[in-house]
């Protein structure tokens, strides 16, 4: 049996996360850690289930999904082991909090916080507030091809650390609905304002039309440095 995984991976019956899930992450922890380097190989389901003393059917369930995450390479009569190095790397590059995981726990320790408790506050955090604070705006152009349209969102950019997309009008009811959410300045045309202030989900965003000299003085105000 592959001595880190024996040594390293730890399950907790009274928990309330599924078991299934617990060791998932900690296999995921451990490749980011780089604990588990490209090409180690894994313990067999049965014996790693016999070492936790939990049903094969839960590791087969943990390598296949680590296997569709492109972290697990699976070949019958060769084991499984960890994946490449690029699908590893690309791995981290999509999840870069693992690090910050690792400080935030330290610190936590370091300060004599229990764990369980600043996760359990974190989770409240998330039931009270939905999502995580933005410290930045979101622009949304939207079918704005005009000069002057390109104008503004350099300046933006230039000023700013604003994240800016941009769509068109015509685009799927899904996908514009989804920008829609996401942006707290909506840019638009003349030609498009009345179209853009119907939309679903526009209703109380700040919608700016280029050509209409109040909301263009109301746009250079919001990106003044």
Same mark, same amino acid.
């Given at each position: ?5 024996? *040594?390293?991976?730890?399950?907790d ?9 617990? $060791?998932?992450?900690? $296999?995921?922890?451990?490749? &980011?850690?780089?604990?588990? *380097? ?11 289930? %016999? ?6 059917n ?5 390598y ?13 009569? /060769?084991?499984? =082991? ?5 699908? $590893?790397? +690309?791995?981290k ?9 690792? +400080?935030?726990?330290? =610190? &936590?320790?370091?300060? &004599? ?18 999502? *995580?604070?933005?410290?930045?705006? @979101? ?17 933006i950019?230039?000023? @700013?650390?604003?994240?800016?997309? *941009?769509?068109?009008? %015509? ?12 942006? %707290?300045?909506?840019?638009? @045309?003349?030609? /498009?304002?009345? /179209? ?10 700040? $919608?700016? @039309? ?5 909301d263009?003085?109301?746009?250079? /105000?919001?990106?003044?440095?």
């Amino acid at each position: 049996m592959n001595a880190k995984i024996e *040594s390293l991976i730890n399950i907790d019956q009274q928990s309330p996360l599924p078991i299934n899930i617990q $060791i998932k992450e900690q $296999i995921k922890l451990l490749i &980011s850690n780089e604990v588990l *380097s490209p090409g180690d190989d894994l313990p067999s389901t049965n014996q790693l289930a %016999d070492h936790l003393a939990i049903n094969r059917n839960t590791i087969q369930w943990v390598y296949s999904q680590l296997k569709d995450d492109g972290l697990l390479i699976m070949q019958k009569g /060769r084991g499984t =082991r960890i994946a490449d190095e690029a699908n $590893i790397e +690309e791995f981290k590059r999509n999840n870069p909090y693992y690090p910050f995981v690792q +400080e935030m726990m330290t =610190r &936590s320790s370091e300060a &004599s916080y229990h764990p369980e408790n600043l996760l359990l506050a974190g989770f409240a955090y998330l039931q009270l507030y939905g999502k *995580s604070v933005k410290t930045h705006p @979101t622009y949304l152009f939207i079918e704005c091809k005009v000069q002057s349209c390109y104008f503004y969102l350099n300046e933006i950019v230039k000023h @700013t650390s604003a994240e800016i997309l *941009s769509i068109d009008i %015509d685009a799927p009811e899904s996908e514009l609905l989804a920008s829609i959410r996401q942006a %707290d300045v909506i840019v638009t @045309t003349t030609e /498009r304002s009345d /179209r853009v202030r119907n939309l679903q989900g526009a209703a109380g965003k700040t $919608i700016i @039309t280029v050509g209409d000299p109040n909301d263009v003085s109301l746009l250079l /105000r919001l990106i003044q440095p």
